[in-house]
């Protein structure tokens, strides 16, 4: 125990030079992590459905504005008539930022998500879906929020999302 203490503690100075060195978001040898966590609860009566969403991303940029990463994903559904579906999937992703100000950037990225099913009744227990979305971030220090409109699943549906990360 007293060993990994102090290679945490001599591992420090380390990351905190790495993090003082990796500029703005976007520079090449930035490490950006951001993700979803979503619960929901619908109702129509006389039915009602709940599920919850746990999405972290992981993108790194190999190129200035340049970035290769993916995400994965676990989501719980429970249905109407008592049964439940749980998905987990894997998104290998690409993205560009393109910074428009010090503080704002839009960062277009696309990910092909695969998707692995498993519940009561299903018939086609897997899919893939390609999701494309071009936030506008606006930058905090080493921290993001955005929004903007997204392109993806179900069906081709034209949305609006939203995001939070940092970056290192």
């Known amino acids: 125990m007293k060993k990994l203490a102090l290679l945490t503690l001599a591992a420090m100075p380390l990351t905190f030079a790495w993090a003082e060195s990796a500029g703005r ?7 950006s992590p951001s993700g979803t966590i979503a619960g929901a609860y619908a109702t129509n009566t006389p039915s009602h459905e709940a599920s919850i969403l746990f999405a972290p991303t992981l993108f790194y940029f190999v190129l200035d504005g340049f ?3 993916g995400g994965v994903g676990f989501l719980y559904s ?3 008539d008592g049964s439940s579906m749980t998905s987990y999937s894997v998104a290998p992703a ?8 010090n503080r704002f950037s839009l960062f277009p ?7 692995w099913y498993t519940g009561a009744g299903l018939l ?6 390609l999701l494309i979305e071009a936030p506008l971030l606006a930058h905090f220090g080493n ?3 955005g929004a903007g409109p997204y392109l993806g699943p ?9 995001v939070t990360g940092g970056w290192f």
């Open 67 to 69: 970035a290769v990463g």
């Open 143 to 145: 921290f993001f929020v």
């Open 25 to 31: 978001f976007g520079d090449a040898g930035t490490l």
């Open 109 to 115: 990225n696309a990910r092909l998500g695969f998707s």
């Open 78 to 80: 429970r249905n109407p």
């Open 94 to 101: 690409i993205g560009y930022n393109l910074h428009l100000s």
């Open 154 to 162: 179900p069906a081709a549906t034209l949305g609006f999302t939203t």
């Open 124 to 129: 086609n227990n897997t899919s893939s879906q």
